[in-house]
C-alpha cells in the first residue's frame, strides 16, 4: 500500500459552539490532484487551512509522509511549509503592488535567489500563463480572469511540491474557468505538483482530479476515484450524483461525463434486454495544445466550445454526446452500428468542411485537426475498455486548414 504524503487523522475543530471538522480523516497521494466537494458552509476552506498550517486542530493528527506536523521540530515545519503554496478564494493579490511584485513576493519571503534570477523565474511563469506584458500593471486594472492567473503564477512561482487551491475559479465565466483549470492540469502533468483543490465546480473539477473526497456533516464520507464514486452505494453520494445529473457541463453544455457514463450502462441494459446494438465514437481534437501555443489557453477552451457546439447540433436526438477529458468528446450512438456511425462521422465532416472555418481564424495557416475512433458495444465490456477500443482505431476525422 502506497504512504499517503498528507493524512489527516480523525481532525477535530470547533469555533466555539460551531463544530465545524468532527473527525476527519483523508489521504492525499503524492503527485495526485485531489478534489474536496461538499455543500457551502460545510469546512473545506477550513480543511485546507489545517493543511498547510494556518489553522491549528483541538484534536487529532496531521501527517506528512508519515511524521506527525505537529511534533515536528520548528526547524522541520519552516522547511516543510516551504514545500506548500496556496492559492486563495480571492486571489489576495496585493492590490499596491504590480502583477511583477506580487508574483516575486513569495520568492523574495522564501528564498534566497538573486535578483537576476527571481527577475527570469517571474517573466517566464507569466509567459507560461498567458500574463506578458502586464507586468508593471496594477491589479485593479486586470479582468477576473487575469487576477486568477497572477494569483496562479504567484502559486507556482516557487515550484511548489503542494499546492492548495481554494476555490480558484469562483466567479469567471466557463471559458476562463476552463483555461484557469487546464493549466492547472497542465502543470501538474508536467511538474508533477501534489495538488488539493477545493471547489464548486462540479462536473468541471472531477476533469483534472485524480480522487475526490467529499466533506458532509464534518467528516469525509467519501474518498476515491470519480468511477469509485459512481459506483458507490452510499445513498448520500448517489443523492449527490443524482442531483447533479440535469447539470450541463460547464463549458461545452454537453452531458457531463459521469452522466455520459451512466448513459452508458443503460444502453448496455437495453443491450442485455432488447439485443440492440450501440456504438460509441470518441472524437479528440489533436491540436489544442497548438491553439493554446499561437492564441493562448483562453482561445483553446473556445475552439473546444466551438466545436462541441457543432458536433451536439449535427447529431440525433437520441445520441448521447458528452464531454470526455480536456480535449475529447464521447458519442453514444444507440441502436447503430459500427459502419452506420462511420457514415454518420462522414456526413458529419462533410457538413462541418461545407459551413466553413470555426472561428478561430487570426492564425492564418492554422490546420484545425480531430481525429475519430470508433469501436461498437459488446455485451457487459466496461467503458473504458471500448473507449481504449475506440482509441486505438482512431482516425482522421476532420481537418480544416484556416487561411
Ligand atoms: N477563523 C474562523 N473563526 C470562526 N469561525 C470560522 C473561522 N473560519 C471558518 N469558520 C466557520 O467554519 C465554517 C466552515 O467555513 P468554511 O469557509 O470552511 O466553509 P466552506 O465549506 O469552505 O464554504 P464555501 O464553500 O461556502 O466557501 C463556517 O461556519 C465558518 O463560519
Do not use: W
Not at 224 to 233: A, T, V
Not at 257 to 270: D, K, L, T, V
Not at 355 to 361: F, K, L, N, P, W
Request: with cysteine; proline share 3%; aromatic share 8%.
Amino acid at each position: 500500500m502506497v504512504q499517503p504524503l498528507i493524512q489527516l487523522q480523525d481532525v477535530y475543530k470547533a469555533f466555539g459552539d460551531n463544530v465545524v471538522l468532527n473527525g476527519v480523516s483523508l489521504s492525499i497521494f503524492k503527485g495526485e490532484i485531489t478534489s474536496i466537494i461538499g455543500k457551502s458552509g460545510e469546512g473545506k476552506s477550513v480543511l485546507l487551512k489545517h493543511i498547510i498550517g494556518l489553522i491549528e486542530q483541538d484534536r487529532g493528527t496531521i501527517l506528512y509522509e508519515g511524521k506527525s506536523i505537529s511534533r515536528m521540530k520548528k526547524g522541520e515545519r519552516n522547511a516543510l511549509k516551504k514545500k506548500f503554496s496556496y492559492m486563495f478564494q480571492a486571489t489576495a493579490l496585493f492590490d499596491s503592488m504590480t502583477v511583477f511584485e506580487n508574483i516575486a513576493l513569495p520568492l523574495k519571503e522564501k528564498t534566497r535567489m538573486p535578483k537576476k534570477e527571481i527577475r527570469e523565474r517571474v517573466r517566464n511563469k507569466m509567459h507560461q500563463l498567458d500574463l506578458d506584458d502586464i507586468d508593471r500593471d496594477y491589479p485593479s486594472q486586470l479582468s477576473g480572469g487575469m487576477k486568477k492567473r497572477v494569483a496562479l503564477a504567484r502559486a507556482l512561482v516557487t515550484e511548489p511540491e503542494i499546492i492548495l487551491f481554494d476555490e480558484p475559479t469562483t466567479g469567471l465565466d466557463p471559458i476562463r474557468k476552463n483555461a484557469v483549470h487546464s493549466m492547472i492540469s497542465d502543470y501538474q502533468h508536467r511538474f508533477g505538483f501534489t495538488g488539493v483543490i477545493v471547489s464548486h465546480e462540479i462536473p468541471d473539477i472531477f476533469y483534472i482530479s485524480q480522487r475526490i473526497a467529499m466533506l458532509d456533516e464534518g467528516r469525509i464520507i467519501f474518498e476515491g476515484s470519480l468511477e469509485e464514486m459512481q459506483s458507490s452505494d452510499n445513498p448520500l453520494i448517489q443523492q449527490f450524483i443524482q442531483g447533479q445529473e440535469s447539470r450541463r457541463d460547464g463549458l461545452t453544455g454537453l452531458t457531463p461525463q459521469p452522466q455520459g457514463e451512466r448513459r452508458y450502462q443503460e444502453e448496455m441494459a437495453r443491450m442485455r434486454n432488447d439485443n440492440t446494438t450501440f456504438t460509441i465514437v470518441i472524437l479528440t481534437i489533436d491540436n489544442l495544445d497548438m491553439v493554446k501555443k499561437m492564441g493562448g489557453y483562453e482561445a483553446r477552451q473556445t475552439a473546444f466550445k466551438q466545436f462541441a457546439s457543432r458536433v451536439q447540433q449535427s447529431l440525433r436526438i437520441t445520441d448521447i454526446c458528452s464531454r470526455l477529458g480536456m480535449n475529447k468528446i464521447l458519442l453514444i450512438l444507440p441502436r447503430t452500428r459500427k459502419d452506420e456511425a462511420e457514415e454518420l462521422c462522414r456526413r458529419m465532416a462533410e457538413k462541418f468542411r461545407s459551413e466553413g472555418h470555426m472561428e478561430i481564424q487570426a492564425y492564418p495557416g492554422f490546420c484545425f485537426s480531430v481525429s475519430a475512433g470508433m469501436a461498437e458495444a459488446e455485451m457487459d465490456k466496461p467503458i473504458a475498455k471500448l473507449i481504449a477500443v475506440a482509441e486505438s482505431a482512431k482516425n482522421i476525422f476532420y481537418e480544416f486548414k484556416v487561411c
